[in-house]
């Protein structure tokens, strides 16, 4: 775990000039502001697993690495825009892109990374490779990016709605968040020469992935330390939203504390995250919820066996570890 969390950090630390330099040409007071999300840090999972992918294929990942900001600089829009639909004002224990600049600016920024992360790809061109698979490439990306839009308009229509089946919930965190780290693994098997069996395997163990990193958000969401997590604790619940610990805490709990809790979803009452709590702990929904992320990572971990043992999956099988027991 140590190991996995040192590996990562320094990964992380290896992209983040890469990242930043897709905002030196710009005017001082928008270079800030479009930095500022970026240097608020985060895991940086999804460019690191698309350059092991890379790797793992017999690629060069310094040659994927336009691809790997591409899908950071991606997810770090989304996060912007996340932020004001879920009216957070803080991120990994920061103010929030909103909190400091207002809503119209927050948008802006947003939109503006969305454009720098197609254009980041488009730079795989400079690194000599093909046009044929920089299109493969691209294609992935627009795909992720439909699927991630899509999963988050359920997730706001199903804040909305009383009843949400666990289908429809991984259904819609497939979406939301296992489809860009699919397309991350895909992409970079695709641009290290992989087969196409090499592709799948690499972007179903990336889906699988998603949806149990999700869940752990999920859990996280309701017991981690607020200053480890960086956002409030219970925001979820006050926005109403149904997360799989609270899908199952709903289906199983008595008729009158299911009243409750629904009532403090749908915002029929104050939010009582007391309350809540007492009825997700009771239902033993959190557990429920582990158990199903560990089932996932399994699957998924399984989608790597056609490949040889090598340092490179032992890496990606480690990552999948450290995500489901990480406390932040």
Known sequence: MEDTQKYLKGMADKLQPVLLSYFKDEEKAIREIMEYPVKAGGK????????????IVGGNPEKAMPAAASVELLHTFTLVHDDMMDHDMERRGKPTVHAVWGDEIGIIAGDTLYSIAFKAMSELKKNGVSDRLVMRSFEELIKANSELHEGQILDMLYSKKECVSEREYLNMIGKKTGAL??????IGAILGGGSDKEVGALGEFGWG????????DDILGLTADEKELGKPVGSDICEGKKSLPVLHAIEHASGKDREKLLAILNKKSSCDLVESMRIIK???????????????????????????????????????????????
Not at 44 to 55: D, G, K, M, Q, T
Not at 210 to 215: D, K, M, S, W
């Open 282 to 328: 009771e239902t033993r929904s959190i557990d429920y919820s582990k158990k199903k992320l560990e089932s996932l990572t399994s699957k998924a971990k399984k989608r790597l066996e056609i490949f040889k043992d090598c340092k490179t999956k032992e890496r990606l099988l480690n990552i999948a570890d450290f995500l489901i027991e990480r406390r932040f």
């Open 181 to 186: 780290l699919e397309a991350s693994l895909r």
């Open 209 to 216: 992935l998603g949806l149990a990193f999700q869940i752990k």
């Open 44 to 55: 940086r999972v999804r460019p690191i697993v698309l350059l092991l992918a890379n790797e």
